[in-house]
Structures are given as C-alpha cells and as structure tokens.
Antibody, heavy 121, light 106 residues
C-alpha cells in the first residue's frame, strides 16, 4: 500500500524559513517523480514543485521560484521542500504526491494527507 | 505561463450525464488528467493520460482530449460523485492545474 506522510508544517512568521518532509513507503521510491502541491484555505490546487526520479529534472511554479527548493533522498525514501522568505500567501495545506512516471512533468497517482503551513505574524 | 480554464460549477440530476470541460491552448497536444476531491479529503486521480482509469475507478467515469479542450464525463451520475474536480496538464518539468469545478448532483 502506497503511503505518503508529510511533516514539518506549522505557524511561521513572514520572512522566515520552514522545511517540509514527506516519508514514502509501499513503492519503489527511486522509480518515480515526486511533487509538492498546495491548497490555500477554500481555494483550488496549485502545483508548487516537482522532481524527477534521479533529481535530474526539477520544476517550480513561478510563485515560488527562487524561494523554495525541492530535493529528495532516495536512500531514505524521502522528499523535502525547503521554503524560505515565506509570505502570507504561502499559507496552505501542502500535499506530497507521487508521480505516475519517472519524469518531473507527469500526473500524481497518490497523495498524502497534507501538512498545514500558516504564515502569520 | 500556460493556463487551464474550467467552469466554476456544473449541476446534474441523478442518473444523468455530467460533462466538465478544461480548456487550454493546444491542450490536445499534451496529456491531461483529472482529480476528484471531496470535502476534507485529499485529491484522488480518476483519469490520466487523457482516457485511462486507475484501478478502482468505475467505468462510468471517462475522459477525452482533443483540440483545445479536455472533457471529463460521468455517466449515470450518483450522489457520491458530488465533489470538486480538477484537470491537470504538464509540459517538460512544469505542471499546471485548472481552477476546479464543483459538481453538484441535484
């Protein structure tokens, strides 16, 4: 059974940093791309970033480019999102999602339950 | 940047067919997929690569993609189909979601 468990969310002040983690199990982690997708309260889904199976291809949404960094550790079956210079508009539920293929641009066939990030003073 | 446009809401009577559209420039040249999200739950993939259904998704849910429009079709709509639906497409290493459509089963 595929399981994706996010952690690291919380309340953070504007301008500060936060690191999200996603622990994956139930599939061969280094065969698939991984993604971070967020959803602001009452709003739609917004893709944040994706990373290919071997970290060779990485993409970011324009809204986070230069502030967020995605990475993965295939030895630890883990995905990360380093978020810096956080803004109020980054407040959202952050989902970790498994890619359906090895490529960074792909669909997401399994999703975690999300971790809530609140940016507020 | 690439954009996908969905109607904010669609209503359907139980047992009827619901169609939800997703429009984007030359969308038919890309792969599209669809997610269903019920209140308080994580999204669930219901269609990928335009027309394929993941295991466990009923056959009454289908997809198509041609020209500038991808369409999600739900035949014999049931109360359990009431949810938000999002289309998604990708290009190289960039992914984009549509704004979402709230499907109401009246």
């Amino acid at each position: 059974e595929v399981q994706l468990v996010e952690s690291g969310g919380g309340l953070v002040q504007p301008g500060r940093s936060l690191r999200l983690s996603c622990a994956a199990s139930g599939f061969t982690f280094d065969d698939y791309a991984m993604h971070w997708v967020r959803q602001a309260p009452g709003k739609g889904l917004e893709w944040v970033s994706g990373i290919s199976w071997n970290s060779g291809s990485i993409g970011y949404a324009e809204s986070v480019k230069g502030r967020f960094t995605i990475s993965r550790d295939n030895a630890k079956n883990s995905l990360y999102l380093q978020m810096s210079s956080l803004r109020a508009e980054d407040t959202a539920l952050y989902y970790c999602a498994k890619g359906g293929t090895a490529a960074a641009g792909t669909y997401c066939d399994y999703w975690g339950q999300g971790t809530l990030v609140t940016v507020s003073s | 940047s690439y954009e996908l446009t969905q109607p904010p809401s669609v209503s359907v009577s139980p047992g009827q067919t619901a169609s939800i559209t997703c429009s984007g420039d030359k969308l038919g040249d890309k792969y599209a997929c669809w997610y269903q999200q019920k209140p308080g739950q994580s999204p669930v993939l219901v269609i990928y690569q335009d027309i394929k259904r993941p295991s466990g998704i009923p056959e009454r849910i289908s997809g198509s993609n041609s020209g500038n429009t991808a369409t999600l079709t739900i035949s014999g709509t049931q109360a359990m189909d009431e949810a938000d639906y999002y289309c998604q497409a990708w290009d190289s290493s960039s992914v984009v979601f549509g704004g979402g459509t709230k499907l109401t089963v009246l």
